[in-house]
T-cell receptor, first 120, second 116 residues
Framework: AQSVTQLDSHVSVSEGTPVLLRCNYSSSYSPSLFWYVQHPNKGLQLLLKYTSAATLVKGINGFEAEFKKSETSFHLTKPSAHMSDAAEYFCVVSGIPLGAGGTSYGKLTFGQGTILTVHP | DADVTQTPRNRITKTGKRIMLECSQTKGHDRMYWYRQDPGLGLRLIYYSFDVKDINKGEISDGYSVSRQAQAKFSLSLESAIPNQTALYFC???????????????FGPGTRLTVL
């Protein structure tokens, strides 16, 4: 089985201050982990992904996340928030294979989402 | 992502009506997916297709059907819409990179469906 828990449904920060969005996961497999962002009335955009290479992953727009296996966490951070960062963020785990043999792929399990608000 | 398009973007319909949501992609990916998003629940998989001849049910397929008309097109149908199918629907694609569990999915802009 696999699951994702985003520990905060809402996070509010001031512009220029650090951002921390927390994510814990569980997986019976060696997982891939992703962060997606969804701006209002927009689709999901991939921010970054972890696929068993470096544990510190850098993404777009200054975001990064660190995979910590011992803590089963994949928290998203940014040193300095911008107004344009206001959006909903989803932590996603991919681990359970679907399909048989060569057609398998990792089923995505989404967290419930964290809404980030950035104040001037 | 402009490479994955969905039509319509918004739709309001009545209970019992048949509805089709369409997805097209120019990424050249073999794999396509349909998800629905409900507040507080994240995204849940409805159907997925690894190629034109391979279609599979996801975790919440009841009340839905799909058609993979071509590599680039994947349609989702609600044969008889009901109010609890009101949601935001996303299409996604991924490439079969040969390392299946690492596939990255790319999402369309979504279709907001309201069933009255």
């Amino acid at each position: 089985a696999q699951s994702v828990t985003q520990l905060d449904s809402h996070v509010s920060v001031s512009e220029g201050t650090p951002v921390l969005l927390r994510c814990n996961y569980s997986s019976s497999y060696s997982p891939s982990l992703f962060w997606y962002v969804q701006h209002p009335n927009k689709g999901l955009q991939l921010l970054l992904k972890y696929t068993s290479a470096a544990t510190l992953v850098k993404g777009i727009n200054g975001f990064e996340a660190e995979f910590k296996k011992s803590e089963t966490s994949f928290h998203l951070t940014k040193p300095s928030a911008h107004m344009s960062d206001a959006a909903e963020y989803f932590c996603v785990v991919s681990g359970i294979p679907l399909g048989a043999g060569g057609t398998s792929y990792g089923k995505l399990t989404f967290g419930q989402g964290t809404i980030l608000t950035v104040h001037p | 992502d402009a490479d994955v398009t969905q039509t319509p973007r918004n739709r309001i319909t009545k209970t019992g009506k048949r509805i089709m949501l369409e997805c097209s992609q120019t990424k050249g990916h073999d794999r396509m997916y349909w998800y629905r998003q409900d507040p507080g629940l994240g995204l849940r998989l409805i159907y997925y297709s690894f190629d034109v001849k391979d279609i599979n049910k996801g975790e919440i397929s009841d009340g839905y059907s799909v058609s993979r008309q071509a590599q680039a097109k994947f349609s989702l149908s609600l044969e008889s819409a009901i109010p609890n199918q009101t949601a935001l629907y996303f299409c996604a694609t991924s490439d079969h990179s040969g390392f299946g569990m690492r596939d990255t999915q790319y999402f369309g802009p979504g279709t907001r469906l309201t069933v009255l």
